[in-house]
């Protein structure tokens, strides 16, 4: 296993417009959440579960 891979995650490099990180951040603030990283998984899997439901 590469020093990039666990067991259960994987390491994906991703770059955001500065304009959105601003944004996430405040809404971190606003929902009261310090983990950037738990922030953007969760986005993304409502994101995917929302795709996965216009397929059906």
Do not use: Y
Request: proline share 2%.
């Amino acid at each position: 296993m590469d020093k990039m891979t666990n067991s259960k995650t994987r390491r994906k490099h991703i770059r955001f417009p500065h304009l959105l990180i601003d944004q996430i951040e405040e809404s971190m603030k606003s929902e009261n959440i310090q983990n950037f990283s738990a922030w953007v998984v969760e986005a993304c899997r409502l994101k995917a579960r929302e795709a996965g439901n216009r397929k059906k």
